[in-house]
């Protein structure tokens, strides 16, 4: 019994049919993996952003004080000095922008070096379209 349709008697729109719906289960379960992925890496940010932000806030009211601080303390080194006051600024001024300078250098290039892309899913799907190239050419 021999028939048109094919060897393993499946006809074309049932073999349609199939690949169609193994393209469905491959794509959800890729979209699964991503959603997943990227919600790990979004529960991670969700705990420590509000730490990193109440911490921010210490530090910013630390960073003024200091600043007064050692503003006073500069000016009261100059004692008598005209303008002492006004060069202590720039003197802070100075220092601030060169550690500034330096720590958003260091913020910059760490940022490029971090990772935030789906590395699982990339490589799975890098794998599975080597696999679709394999098959595309051993079925032709």
């Not at 491959?26 to 991670?44: A, C, G, H, I, Y």
């Amino acid at each position: 019994m021999d028939n048109a349709a094919g060897h393993n008697g499946k006809g074309l729109t049932e073999a349609y049919n199939d690949i169609k719906e193994d393209l469905k289960d491959f794509v959800s379960t890729r979209l699964q993996m991503l959603r997943v992925e990227m919600k790990e890496k979004f529960d991670s940010l969700k705990i420590s952003v509000p730490a990193l932000l109440a911490g921010a806030l210490l530090l910013l009211t630390a960073f003024f004080l200091f600043t007064g601080g050692l503003v006073a303390l500069i000016a009261m080194a100059m004692a008598g000095a005209p303008y002492a006051y006004t060069l202590a600024f720039f003197i802070v001024c100075v220092l601030y922008g060169l550690g500034g300078g330096a720590v958003t250098f260091y913020g910059a290039r760490t940022l490029r070096e971090a990772r935030l892309k789906p590395e699982r899913t990339m490589r799975v799907l890098k794998q599975d379209q080597v696999w679709l190239q394999t098959e595309a050419r051993t079925r032709i």
